[in-house]
């Protein structure tokens, strides 16, 4: 089973005032949210197939050897760190969207073969390939409606 639960930090249950929305459709204009950062996080597509899970995650910038790939615990965590090289104070910079730091996401999989995970970086996208122990069937029956 892979499971992903995904997180909203605005999920519209809460009840906003005026002035809270107005500053909310102010930083969230696309002049300050123009291209998606890791402080939300790396995008991955998951796949399943009838033998294998596969993430593909974007890693943009990111060098191989600042990738960390752990599984423990059914937790496939995978953890990245993109550094800042600038080293001229005087650029002149007037927006910097592109971030730098250190980003991580974990996911639950269970009834792998942890022993046969395989990783491959290739132009910023990270492969990662678990093979199946078995088929699950799960006990499946049909309910009836009085």
Known sequence: MFDLVPFRKNNGLRRRDSFEGMLD?????????????????????????????????????????????YYENNYLTISAKREDVLEDNSSGFIRRERSYGEFSRAFYVDNIDENSIDA???????????????KVNPNRRSIDIH
């Open 25 to 69: 459709s102010f930083f969230n204009d696309d002049f300050f949210n123009g291209f998606p950062t890791f402080s939300k996080g790396f995008n991955v597509d998951l796949r399943e197939t009838d033998s294998q899970y596969i993430i593909e995650a974007d890693l943009p910038g990111v060098n191989k050897d600042s990738l960390n790939i």
């Open 120 to 134: 491959s970086f290739n132009n910023g996208v990270l492969n990662i390939t678990m093979n199946k122990l078995s």
